[in-house]
């Protein structure tokens, strides 16, 4: 017998009509998980837990009953019985009569309560168990978050003409920052792995003018903290032929718009179990200038950078202010940007690039970059940094390439802000940091 | 002005209509790089590329001559000109009257003629200039293949039930295989780049059912063949409840017809120039058992593999008997499969899993998993394994897992066979290999 998933039985009960008035009288089969058992006198009802949520089975024959004991959670089953209408089941419909087959017993009980609305682990036993932890509804649910959120990136970018790239993780030079980077043995040789794909996203601006790119990024960050990861998934989008960074802020706006669209389309369920406050994201995002912001947040104006704090009071500015969560903060001064940068040719102190801030938090680092290949040897030199390691990226450079700007977004920087996770652990499916690397 | 992409001048030629019957009388403008230049008598054609095509660009007038004459190739340029039609210019168009604005000169000539239809070089230098090599029109349409692929397989399995992951790269033990493992130094322990996320894909199967997943994995491959890369894309599926195998060559099926759909709809002007030849995908691919494909290529019964001249013969039998250019060999003998295969309950010597050949050569291996954790006990030892490196994977297994199988294809060899190129390294935008870390 064909298998049903647990949602579907609620639209098979609704879908009574005058050609099927009982639809629910004939048998289904469902698999899944014994998610939990409970025991009263005279029945027991197992709830299993499949792909698509949950489903309550009834069970009151006394062979099935004897069979259920036996059942640990997490026991994997095929059931074929009768649905029934029941309006405080979950979907509105339980399964009675059932007959179960057995398909896979576990060794052991699980070391997390899975049942349970909540892990009440803490973090560390969570992470440490997560091939079975993950399986809580609330896990599946924070990562078909994430997963929707991947779709919405790449399907609005792929309609604006982007082409999505695959670029190297194993690089031959440590460039960029030089800090925080793995080395890696290449047949003797020494390897890096790449901290983002930005030169190659750059590089490959000449060759498809728009292009995105979804992968796992590296970083040897040597600080256990609650937002940082030594591997995590970056968005990362370039485009060409831009008058400045204002044109990459439309496209991020819509990128934005496009994953908020996604997990509310695709994520539903979970978005509703996690009691995820979704943004409205503005036709126009609001744009300050760096200056403005410190202004705002009444620190000196020789200051270089933004503070956490003032991070925060800005967010509460826009909302109240502009009633966006969303606010990019534009012409971050050039000494503490990377040497692509391009400056602010009316006063070159700032810089044409931004950040965008989300409820408290920078979500985003963007901008102009420079395009001349003139420019780029003087930034190096300016930078105190050799041109060699640099040579393929300054080839594109050398032979044209247009103003082009672009943006990365850190995945789990945007999931945690979205379901309001302390941490960014609690949003990968296997986190890496300095003191974890399994399972 | 707003600009307009090459592509689209064909379209705005065709546009004329009663309200609007000279649509090609207004100035339009397009931006691109100098893609050739063609000086005759008493004009110059400009050939402009940008990331939709080309459109040639007729230059009389005396002083953009001039200007013309000093543009290189691969300077980026807008221009603003009147559209004209021409059935013997690319698209039917051509501009003329045009105004040029130079946005980036080039500081060089490219190493490589971009402007002839296919790049002279040899694939060294080819991948040695791969920042500007990869601009040329050939080039740019094998890596459209290549994403419309990708973008192809996620919708087929996205539409499925399954759901897009993101397993570490970084992973703790050197498990699988051991061999051609990349290490790195990993906060001064050792660390292990991923050759595959088989054994997460399968933890995450007890957690969401079905998962897909598109990222990079890494070989320390030593050898220098035209079909082996040291970094490539993987394309993996596993999805739990099957029956055995053979769902999963259903599911299989599906995903190359979607890929081969995608690729039709999305890379229609690529595939066109590069002259692919997209597969028909039959219904139901053609299976049959290893000892039958031993017994159609005349080798000795108690061969444990299929040479590469097997394969091929294979192919061309599938053709001739069932015209198909797909072939699944299902039930190759244990000895020759990793511990995690599920053997064929009637006769353990062979295995429940499969390789899929296309046009002679292996695409894809799959097939059934073990799903309980006493057989994998069993299995490792009998592998001569030691069971703690796999202490989270076996986590999954204790604590029940239903029976489930899945495959991985190669994106690189995948395009390869679409576009008939006879190395991998020409499909990959940067590839690595033993000799090759730069650009």
Chains 1, 2 share one sequence.
Not at 4 to 25: C, F, G, I, M, N
Not at 135 to 140: F, I, L
Not at 247 to 271: F, K, N, P
Request: aromatic content about 8%.
């Amino acid at each position: 017998m064909q298998r049903v998933l647990a949602a579907e039985l609620a639209e098979l009960a609704a879908r009574a009509s005058d050609a099927d008035p009982h639809p629910t009288q004939r048998p289904v089969r469902v698999a899944g998980w014994v998610h939990r058992r409970r025991s009263l006198a005279t029945v027991t009802f197992v709830v299993l837990r499949d792909r698509s949520g949950l489903v309550q089975i009834v069970v009151k024959d006394s062979a099935a009953l004897a069979q259920v004991q036996a059942l640990g959670e997490e026991s994997v089953v095929s059931v074929t019985a009768l649905p029934s209408p029941n309006p405080s089941a979950p979907g509105g419909v339980e399964l009675v009569e059932p007959e179960f087959e057995v398909l896979s017993e576990p060794d052991q009980s699980p070391p997390v309560e899975l049942w349970r609305p909540r892990l009440t682990a803490g973090l560390a036993s969570v992470l440490d168990n997560a091939p079975v932890a993950l399986r809580h509804p609330r896990s599946v649910a924070t990562w078909q978050v994430a997963a929707a959120s991947m779709q919405g990136f790449r399907r609005t970018l792929g309609a604006a003409g982007f082409t999505e790239v695959a670029t190297p993780r194993l690089v031959g030079a440590s460039t960029e920052s030089g800090a925080n980077v793995f080395t890696v043995d290449y047949f003797g040789k020494q390897a890096y792995l790449a901290q983002s794909p930005q030169l190659y996203k750059q590089i490959l601006v000449g060759v498809f003018e728009r292009v995105f790119e979804v992968g796992p990024v590296f970083r040897a960050e040597p600080h256990d903290t609650a937002r940082h990861l030594a591997e995590y998934v970056s968005l990362d989008a370039e485009l060409g032929f831009i008058a400045d960074h204002r044109d990459v802020i439309v496209v991020l706006r819509d990128v934005i718009a496009g994953m908020v669209a996604a997990v509310a389309e695709e994520a539903q369920t979970a978005s509703a179990l996690l009691e995820v406050r979704l943004p409205v994201v503005p036709d126009d995002i609001p744009v300050i200038h760096f200056s403005e912001a410190l202004r705002i947040v009444g620190a000196p104006d020789d200051e270089p950078d933004l503070a956490p704090a003032h991070e925060r009071a800005l967010s509460e500015w826009a909302i109240e202010r502009h009633g966006s969560e969303f606010l990019a903060v534009e012409g971050y001064p050039m000494v503490k940007r990377p040497f692509y940068t391009h400056p602010d040719p009316d006063d070159p102190r700032w810089s044409k690039s931004f950040d965008l801030l989300f409820r408290g938090l920078e979500l985003t680092t963007g901008g102009q970059r420079l395009h001349r290949y003139a420019d780029y040897l003087t930034a190096l030199r300016a930078s105190g940094q050799p041109a060699d390691p640099y040579q393929g990226y300054l080839q594109a450079f050398r032979h044209g390439m247009p103003p082009h700007g672009g943006f990365a977004i850190g995945l789990e920087r945007w999931v945690a802000r979205l379901i309001d996770a302390a941490n960014v652990r609690a949003v990968r499916l296997f986190p890496r940091d300095v003191n974890r690397l399994f399972p």
